[in-house]
C-alpha cells in the first residue's frame, strides 16, 4: 500500500517561497505520476501541479504557473513543490497523491493522499 507523507508547509508573508516535499513509500509495480492539490476552507480540493514518473513533463494550473515548480529527485522520491511568489489566497492545506493516469488533474484521479501540510501565506 503505498503512503505518502508531505511536509514543508508552514506561515509566510506574501511573496515569500516555501518548498514543500512528498515522500512516497510502499510502491510495488509501475510507474506513477505525482500530483500535489490543495483546499482551502470551505473550497474543494483543487488541483496544482503534477509530475511524471520520469520527470520529463510537469504541468501546472493556471493559478500557478510561473510561481511553483514541481520536481522529483533523482530516486523519482521524494516530489518537491517549490513556491514561490506566494499570495495570500495560496493559503490551504496542500496534499499530494498519486495516480497512473496520464495527465491527470481532477481528485477522482488520484490516490494514496498524505495527511497534508498547512501552508499559510500572510498578506
Known amino acids: 500500500q503505498v503512503q505518502l507523507v508531505e511536509s514543508g508547509g508552514g506561515l509566510v508573508q506574501a511573496g515569500g517561497s516555501l518548498r514543500l516535499s512528498c515522500a512516497a513509500s510502499?510502491?510495488?509495480?509501475?510507474?506513477?505520476?505525482m500530483g500535489w492539490f490543495r483546499q482551502a476552507p470551505g473550497n474543494e480540493r483543487e488541483f496544482v501541479a503534477a509530475?511524471?514518473?520520469?520527470?520529463?513533463?510537469?504541468y501546472y494550473a493556471d493559478s500557478v504557473k510561473g510561481r511553483f515548480t514541481i520536481s522529483r529527485g533523482d530516486a523519482k522520491n521524494p516530489v518537491y513543490l517549490q513556491m514561490n511568489s506566494l499570495k495570500p489566497e495560496d493559503t490551504a492545506v496542500y496534499y499530494c497523491?498519486?495516480?497512473?493516469?496520464?495527465?491527470?488533474?481532477?481528485?477522482?484521479?488520484?490516490?494514496?493522499w498524505g495527511q497534508g501540510t498547512q501552508v499559510t501565506v500572510s498578506s
Open positions: 509530475i511524471t514518473w520520469s520527470g520529463s513533463i510537469a
Open positions: 497523491g498519486t495516480t497512473r493516469r496520464t495527465l491527470a488533474k481532477t481528485v477522482a484521479d488520484f490516490r494514496s
Open positions: 510502499g510502491f510495488t509495480s509501475g510507474s506513477y505520476s
